[in-house]
């Protein structure tokens, strides 16, 4: 992501490999094994739902990000990943030890080291399906391999990229279904129409159906988008709303705002997923709604997000109905990726 231009495309170009269709699939299979194995455990529970999508989500990406089965050698990626963002918010900017930055510095040369070792393992045996073998393996248009270094900053960025954002907005989508009873009735009919039961498999060919689960979790994305803002750097001078942005000026394009503007989104605070039928969105301006940015940088796993999301609601919802106590409304931290405050308690009801 802070790359530009040259460097920038033929880095995205060899790296989109990774979500081309044959590897997506592989993907989905391995997302439906583990999100139905772990949903399976949540039954009749009142529970913290956003500790717990973020324990699933980890895990799932060990499996199909990283190849490795759950486990302990998952579980120490996991931590020194989950160490490494956290000293990113650690008051105490030098490494110390007992501090987050302490622990992030370590966590970070762990990976360093585990990616390091593996892409140079990866290339000489090949790898697997997953998606670091994948850019592992992955070439430039004139054939040639990228420096391991950059292969391993890519995968620690791919990890933090997709990490917070789905637990993020998996949670508000959750949220807003518990809230909202009548959407959350339609979604289930919805998959259960699509898979032909509760906790049956969730076929990569059938995503496409999910057409009333997308426009729900673009609702949730437009409510509560997971990056609140994204940063860029003005080209060359233009003006906006009557000033004159020279160039060179650090730009911050607020999504969260601009999908509060009534003159879009009428009623803006309400959740309602009709806004995304195929005739609304044609009659809208193409950027009232940038949960994933736009233009050269604009997110490069969106459509894994989407298959995350419809597996995990395809899972949920055919077996449970999602409820919380009458009244509960959870705070929610706007920033850095918005989270709510208490975990989000929730209970999933056995149908
Ligand atoms: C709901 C989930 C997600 C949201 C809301 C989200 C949002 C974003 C945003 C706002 C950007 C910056 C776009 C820009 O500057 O125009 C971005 C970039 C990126 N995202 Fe995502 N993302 C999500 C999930 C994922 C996942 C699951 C992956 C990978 C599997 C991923 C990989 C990336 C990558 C590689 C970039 C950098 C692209 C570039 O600079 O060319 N994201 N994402």
Redesign the pocket.
Known sequence: ???DFDH?RAD?RA?SI??KPEPMRHYAGALDRGIAERVATWSGRQMLFYPAIKELTLDLAADS?LGLPWGPEADRINKAFVDMVQAAVGVVRKPLPFTKMGRGVAGRKFLVEYFTREVHRRRAEGGGQD?FSQFATATHEDGSLMPVDEVVD?MS??MM???D??T??ASSLVWLLAKNPEWQERLRAEALAITGGPGRPVRYDDLGKFELTEMAFKEA?RLI???PS???RALREFEFGGYRIPAGTQVG?S?ASVHKLEAYWPEPEKFDPLRFTPEQVAKRHKYAW?????????????H??YM??KILMAQMLTRYQIEIEPGYAPKWQPWPIPQPKDGLRVTFRPI
């Open positions: 992501m802070l790359l920038h995205r790296l990774a979500f990000f998606m890519h960025f791919l990229a997709a990490h954002t789905i993020s907005s994305l988008p997971p990056v994204t940063p860029r394009i999504a940038v949960p994933f940015g736009g233009g050269a940088h604009m997110c490069l796993g969106l894994f997000a995350q999301i």
